[in-house]
């Protein structure tokens, strides 16, 4: 059942967040993504996807979007059942630094690795859209999974008290028994990246 947000405080952050544009986004991500060279919060490098991993994800958040960071615990909470499964939470915010992403982790208490997308390489590669915005891609490079974490938010201001459908556990569960994923693509909802580099964070 969908319920009001209780604080009306917290609606109009989210509205001031993610601008007067809509949230809703459906992404156009290509099947195949080829194998992009990253480098996290403290300088190390990686390689998306990991070839060792049967599948990596990438969540991209932006630190003052009130639905991503309602969201983390939920990511970490996905990411510590799967623990062979690489985790990359991405600010998609090219002004930020990684000084205060390191100062955002901490008080989120983000397990992933973060990693800051100052030139919008990570964006660019998987064509996202919106924060929170969940990939799932194979070692080899396929697109199994896009879009929301589970349909706890439904839109600006409307959530449900519990999600009540799971798509990116579910994709995971799919991928590491070797089945084909049954809902491949979601509508993610959140703060349009689009709008937060117009309103100067890029």
């Not at 556990?169 to 509508?187: F, I, N, R």
Request: glycine share 6%.
């Amino acid at each position: 059942m969908k319920l009001q947000f209780p604080h009306l405080t917290f609606a109009i952050a989210l509205i001031a967040a993610c601008g007067t544009g809509p949230i809703f986004a459906s992404t156009v991500v290509p099947t195949t993504l080829r194998t992009i060279h990253v480098v996290d919060l403290n300088g190390k490098p990686h390689s998306i996807p990991d070839s060792a991993a049967p599948a990596t994800v990438v969540i991209f958040i932006a630190h003052d979007c009130p639905i991503s960071c309602a969201m983390l615990p939920e990511v970490d909470r996905i990411r510590k059942a799967y623990a062979a499964i690489p985790f990359y939470v991405v600010y998609a915010e090219p002004s930020f630094t990684a000084e205060a992403a390191k100062v955002h982790a901490q008080q989120y208490k983000i397990g992933s690795t973060c990693i800051v997308d100052r030139w919008r390489d990570l964006v660019k590669w998987s064509d996202a859209h919106v924060t929170p915005e969940a990939l799932v891609v194979t070692r080899s490079g396929n697109v199994a999974y896009e879009g929301r974490i589970d349909n706890k938010f439904a839109g600006l201001g409307v959530y449900r008290s519990s999600a009540t459908t799971h798509e990116l556990a579910d994709a995971l569960e799919e991928v590491t028994h070797g089945q084909t994923v049954k809902v491949s693509k979601t509508t993610a909802v959140g703060c349009v990246i689009e709008t937060m580099l117009l309103r100067g964070n890029g």
